[in-house]
């Protein structure tokens, strides 16, 4: 056997690379959430009170969630462009129906009852508008012009506003972040960006007063000094503080945390999970998984810059983008930086539309990395 031989046989694909590439899977992207995903059982495990019944929904959740992702890494990208605005407007419309007679929970109107399940439409909308943003885009030379600007800027402000009067601040944050990101990658400037912030500002008094419920404003207020009303709405920063400060630098340990276990950190299971994470493993592990959140957003940035169309290449930094949204919302309003919006820590936090929605966007991304096509130089 001579040293060419050695060497082909040496890089062959293994049995489960070859599996993975008939599945339209990108590997390192597959592995990181995948990783992510068992890490979620972990901590789920500890802030659900160890109740084996919600390990076993949420795994179906995640397991179902993987198999939409492979289904729409079978699909070709040139699918997602062309239904890009049939789809767009399906959720409008689903929008205006949980408006017109959509189920209240809660004190919020966001679910179409369908009878067998309850639908959350405005998780469609994560995915749906930086499609039809960039498919708009697209067929335009770049950077967007004025006029093509005020369009994209519309078919952003229709969903974020149908979502904001759910209410469901956490999402519609989370949509018009997803099509502005596909603004930013088609070429604005910096410049740009921040006069277009400072004219927004300017409507600040208008959204404050007609847009913003009551308890969003005190959540708003509550942030600069969550001590003044520490029963009331401060409570839920407080108690996550001394949850995160307790963890110190190396934790206390899987199932140790106290402020979850004795029921003082609420929404433990769900959007506070982080607290207990990093009372549980400490600042060394709070950057282990900071750390894999950047591989994935690392990768899917990587899968943006060698798509081959400029509408893979804006959709994929769409959702690379709103992922990295997703963590830093998340982490900053458990660590008190930002108002409690009521977003998910991704991939870790228990519930099924998120993970659905997170791993849906995934396939695209996976759609779009498998499915290049050789070009000629």
């Known amino acids: 056997m001579n040293i060419e031989t050695r060497r082909e046989q040496f890089h062959a694909p293994n049995?489960?690379?070859?599996?993975?590439?008939?599945?339209?899977?990108?590997?390192p992207l597959f592995l990181c959430l995948l990783i992510i995903s068992l890490l979620s059982f972990v901590i789920l495990y500890?802030?659900?009170s160890q109740?084996?019944?919600?390990i076993i929904r949420q795994?179906?959740?995640?397991g179902l969630a993987f198999l939409l992702m492979v289904?729409?890494?079978?699909?070709?990208?040139?699918?997602?462009?062309?239904?890009?605005?049939?789809?767009?407007?399906?959720?409008?419309?689903?929008?205006?129906?949980?408006?017109?007679?959509?189920?209240?929970?809660?004190?919020?109107?966001?679910?179409?009852?369908?009878?067998?399940?309850?639908?959350?439409?405005?998780?469609?909308?994560?995915?749906?508008?930086?499609?039809?943003?960039?498919?708009?885009?697209?067929?335009?030379?770049?950077?967007?012009?004025p006029m093509?600007?005020?369009i994209a800027g519309v078919l952003?402000?229709?969903?974020?506003?149908?979502?904001?009067?759910?209410?469901?601040?956490?999402?519609a944050i989370l949509v018009a972040s997803s099509g502005a990101a596909v603004l930013f990658f088609a070429g604005l400037s910096w410049r740009f960006l921040l006069a277009i912030f400072a004219s927004l500002s300017a409507f600040t008094p208008i959204l404050w007063n007609y847009l913003l419920h009551d308890y969003q404003r005190a959540r708003i207020i509550t942030l600069l000094n969550p001590e003044a009303d520490p029963l009331g709405n401060g409570y839920h920063i407080i108690q996550s503080k001394i949850a995160i400060g307790s963890g110190g630098v190396y934790g206390k340990g899987w199932l140790g945390s106290k402020q979850s276990e004795l029921e003082f950190l609420p929404e433990s299971s769900t959007d506070f999970i982080?607290?207990?994470?990093?009372?549980?493993?400490?600042?060394?592990?709070?950057?282990?998984?900071?750390?894999?959140?950047?591989?994935?957003?690392?990768?899917c940035l990587y899968i943006a810059s060698q798509a081959q169309d400029t509408y893979s290449r804006l959709l994929a930094s769409s959702l690379a983008f709103t992922f990295f949204v997703y963590v830093f919302v998340n982490i900053g309003m458990v660590i008190g930086i930002l108002p409690v919006v009521g977003v998910p820590l991704p991939m870790i936090s228990y519930g099924g539309t998120s993970i659905v929605t997170l791993l849906a966007g995934f396939g695209i991304l996976m759609s779009i990395q498998t499915h290049k096509k050789f070009i000629p130089g």
């Open 15 to 27: 049995v489960v690379e070859r599996l993975l590439s008939k599945l339209h899977i990108d590997i």
């Open 46 to 48: 500890s802030a659900g």
């Open 51 to 54: 109740d084996i019944d919600l």
């Open 59 to 62: 795994a179906l959740r995640v």
């Open 71 to 145: 289904v729409l890494a079978h699909i070709d990208p040139y699918q997602f462009k062309h239904f890009s605005a049939v789809l767009f407007g399906i959720g409008i419309i689903l929008l205006i129906a949980v408006f017109l007679m959509g189920y209240t929970g809660k004190g919020a109107t966001r679910w179409l009852d369908l009878g067998f399940f309850r639908f959350q439409p405005s998780e469609m909308l994560k995915i749906t508008t930086p499609m039809m943003i960039a498919w708009y885009l697209a067929d335009h030379a770049l950077p967007p012009r």
């Open 148 to 150: 093509q600007l005020l």
């Open 156 to 171: 952003i402000i229709i969903p974020t506003l149908l979502i904001a009067k759910q209410p469901d601040l956490g999402t």
């Open 274 to 299: 982080f607290a207990v994470f990093a009372e549980e493993f400490g600042l060394f592990g709070c950057l282990g998984l900071l750390t894999l959140y950047l591989l994935v957003i690392g990768r």
